[in-house]
């Protein structure tokens, strides 16, 4: 399996794959993502409409540019997980303070909003398998799967 055809699907399906489970847990399992797991979000979004973009636009060339950058995007979050996952086992330190987003609104409305919002630590996991957090999971996924979009694109005999 070699090409920009296998590269851009696994540069669709890995972030993809990644964010539903991250969607999933938090609307079905109830975990609330803390700051930097919003930080390791958007580069999967940001890989999803990449790959996307790769199978609707025509061009080879076109494609290939958007499923390296796809490619990078999944290898950043990961890095992103990898500090993530540090901070969680005291490796280094994270954030000094934890932040909170409210919608606009009154003031009385923000800060029911503030009030009604969980409030979750960067520096806790709040599930683990095997003693792996989802942030180490998330890096030790999307760094490989990176790494092999980019490595199917450079590839000789591209389909």
């Given at each position: 399996m070699q090409g920009l055809a296998p590269a851009r699907l696994l540069a669709l399906i890995v972030p993809a794959a990644l964010m539903a489970g991250a969607l999933g847990?938090?609307?079905?399992?109830?975990?609330?993502?803390?700051?930097?797991?919003h930080w390791q979000r958007w580069p999967h979004y940001a890989a999803i409409a990449l790959a996307a973009l790769a199978f609707l636009?025509?061009?080879?060339g076109l494609r290939s540019f958007l499923?390296?950058?796809?490619?990078?995007a999944i290898i950043t979050s990961?890095?992103?997980?990898?500090?993530?996952?540090?901070?969680?086992?005291?490796?280094?330190?994270g954030l000094t303070s934890c932040?909170?987003?409210?919608?606009?609104?009154?003031?009385?409305?923000?800060?029911?909003?503030?009030?009604?919002t969980p409030l979750i630590r960067c520096d806790q996991p709040q599930w683990t398998l095997f003693g792996i957090s989802l942030a180490?999971?998330?890096a030790l996924i999307s760094i490989p799967a990176g790494l092999w979009v980019l490595?199917?694109?450079a590839r000789k005999g591209r389909a």
């Open positions: 847990s938090q609307y079905i399992g109830g975990l609330y993502p803390c700051e930097m797991c636009l025509p061009g080879r499923v390296v950058f796809a490619g990078l990961g890095l992103i997980g990898v500090f993530h996952a540090g901070v969680e086992y005291r490796w280094w330190e932040s909170v987003t409210s919608a606009a609104g009154s003031a009385s409305q923000v800060l029911a909003d503030i009030m009604a180490g999971y998330n490595a199917l694109l």
